[in-house]
T-cell receptor
Framework: SQQGEEDPQALSIQEGENATMNCSYK?????LQWYRQNSGRGLVHLIL?????REKHSGRLRVTLDTSKKSSSLLITASRAADTASYFCATGGGSNYKLTFGKGTLLTVNP | ETGVTQTPRHLVMGMTNKKSLKCEQHLGHNAMYWYKQSAKKPLELMFVYNFKEQTENNSVPSRFSPECPNSSHLFLHLHTLQPEDSALYLC???????????????FGPGTRLTVL
């Protein structure tokens, strides 16, 4: 069954604005990852947050994790047109190698 | 680029054709994966190989046949496909457990498959 569920399904903002995407999951996790996918391309790993971490930063990205609510959020600050892509959260990995992805949030950043 | 290449990038085939997708990783990883991505659906894991051994077959129809001759190469052999098999097929790889970044997967650009 699907583990990660992103919200919203689609988000359209203006360049310079911040974009926030959310992910909810169902079972306990060791870590949670966020990936980006440009249209028709492969996924690119953005950031991984471990279950004992509450917040992590990487450049313009900020990820939070609330294990009590089984949710995570991805914030992209000062968005650019090049940030236009689909964003996926994924859980799993480790010794069983299996990652489970959600359906993704399609972010459109208008110039 | 992530060091994972896939060929061809686009493929159109008839239902009676036989074709193969190829994936190659130059990252020294031990695990390789095939995923199927259809419109409006989550990414579906198809197969997992760890050190050339298949460790996962996610109830994939037998018309998809994977092959992993070594840790760097992965193939997906296709035969008598159906139009609903049209999708983006993504290959990925990941480092061995216990190494840095082991939970992260590195994806190729995908093969856009159209079955007529």
């Amino acid at each position: 069954s699907q583990q990660g569920e992103e919200d919203p399904q689609a988000l359209s903002i203006q360049e310079g604005e911040n974009a926030t995407m959310n992910c909810s999951y169902k079972t306990s996790i060791n870590n949670l990852q966020w990936y980006r996918q440009n249209s028709g391309r492969g996924l690119v790993h953005l950031i991984l947050i471990r279950s004992n971490e509450r917040e992590k930063h990487s450049g313009r990205l900020r990820v939070t994790l609330d294990t009590s609510k089984k949710s995570s959020s991805l914030l992209i600050t000062a968005s650019r047109a090049a940030d236009t892509a689909s964003y996926f959260c994924a859980t799993g990995g480790g010794s069983n190698y299996k990652l489970t992805f959600g359906k993704g949030t399609l972010l459109t950043v208008n110039p | 680029e992530t060091g994972v290449t896939q060929t061809p990038r686009h493929l159109v085939m008839g239902m009676t054709n036989k074709k193969s997708l190829k994936c190659e990783q130059h990252l020294g990883h031990n695990a390789m994966y095939w995923y199927k991505q259809s419109a409006k659906k989550p990414l579906e894991l198809m197969f997992v190989y760890n050190f050339k051994e298949q460790t996962e077959n996610n109830s994939v129809p037998s018309r998809f046949s994977p092959e992993c001759p070594n840790s760097s190469h992965l193939f997906l052999h296709l035969h008598t496909l159906q139009p609903e098999d049209s999708a983006l097929y993504l290959c990925a790889s990941s480092p061995p457990p216990g190494t840095s970044g082991t939970d992260t997967q590195y994806f190729g650009p995908g093969t856009r498959l159209t079955v007529l």
